[in-house]
């Protein structure tokens, strides 16, 4: 069968990438056409389009880059329209793909499956009217959201499981590396590492990493050593490292943070990434105008967490430091207590077991493949 997804950032290319070999393993002719990245251009197909000329975040940088938005939304109809896939998988990254969904829907009699759900409960929830009109099958990463869509808008979906467990399980389970040579490999010192994880777009980083910098530079009896994300050159970090004593070590986050004995993370997917890991982090998201943020996060949005880890586990698992309350004295004050305070180190591992029960086993890739084979074997391709 013919395969055509769209992903808009890294971790959807992560995913993506794993689906994407799940599903040659259930149907060994298949054929895969993508807007997406170079994970997934590793396990074969055409790539359109790279995410990294989709990703744009904020409403400045979205408001200058209209004209190559459109232009890519228009290639991806008229692509899709032309090789006329079996159905159309789309990945997260809700912006783009629920105006694709809706042309497709509209437009062709191909199948629509969204694997990575939107994250309408958190916002925007009016959103639930175009996914039930346009996309034919939903397949949930978060056991939390099966209530929020079947129980609450009665639209039914199916939860698979979380691919990010399936990756540090793998990894954890083939990963051999020590301390001593995770060091010598990075050209680090002995010293015990800090992690820093901020964020997978430049805009996060710019607005995320100068506090964090500031934050954890006093701990001097710590490195500081921070994940370079896909796509992000030195060059852009370094506008914003000054002369501060970290290293930038890039494609090695998994290996970072079985190594790190804190971190701080923006919030997202590494937020779930550091918790599988177990490694006591302290969440941190600065935004421009932050009162006004917080008061639209306590007034607009949905949930009472930003945070994976605590949406998951359904409490406050790790500190969330968010909008005004992302300041460098609350960053450094957290950080202080879980490199120093045991009790508080040992709550939130405990917290850490607690969410990782509630994801279930692994596996999210292969359950996600056999069921929309099977789904488009029995029902839309008949």
Known sequence: ?????????????????????????????????????????????????????????GFIPVLLHLRTIFANMKRCKEDIAAWRPDVLILVDYP???????????????????????????????????????????????????VEFFEGKHRYPIHYVGNPTMDEVTAFLASDTETFDGFVQ?????????????????????????????????????????????????????RQYIGQADVKIIFDRTFSLLKQAEAALVTSG?????????????????????GKLVAFLKRHVLKVKYISLVNLIADREVVKELVADTMTVGQVRAELERILHDEKYRGRMLDGYEYMASRLGKAGAPKHAARQ???????????
Not at 185 to 200: C, E, N
Not at 220 to 226: F, G
Not at 275 to 283: D, G, I, S, W
Request: net charge positive; hydrophobic share 45%.
């Open 1 to 57: 069968m013919k395969y055509y997804l769209i992903v808009g950032e890294a971790s959807g290319d992560l995913h993506a990438s794993h689906l994407m070999a799940a599903l040659k393993a259930e149907d060994p002719g298949a054929e895969f056409r993508f807007f997406g990245g170079d994970l997934m251009a590793a396990v074969g197909g055409t790539m359109v389009k790279h995410y990294r000329d989709l990703a744009y975040m």
């Open 269 to 289: 997917t590494a937020t779930l990434e550091a918790a599988l890991f177990r490694v006591p982090q302290a969440v941190c998201y600065h935004t421009p105008a």
């Open 185 to 237: 490999a990075g050209g680090l010192s002995s010293k015990p590492v800090i992690a820093l994880l901020a964020g997978s777009r430049k805009q996060e980083i710019k607005d995320n990493l100068p506090d964090m910098l500031r934050a954890a530079s006093v701990f001097t009896d710590y490195q500081l050593v921070l994940a370079g994300a896909p796509g992000i050159s030195p060059q852009y970090y």
């Open 372 to 382: 929309m084979v099977e789904l488009l074997n029995e029902r839309y391709l008949k």
């Open 95 to 145: 912006g783009f793909n629920l105006k694709i969904a809706k042309f497709v829907h509209a437009c062709t009699q191909i199948p629509v499956f969204y694997y990575i759900s939107p994250k309408i409960w958190a916002w925007k929830e009016y959103r639930i009217k175009n996914i039930k009109r346009d996309v034919d099958e939903l397949f949930s990463i978060l056991p939390f959201e």
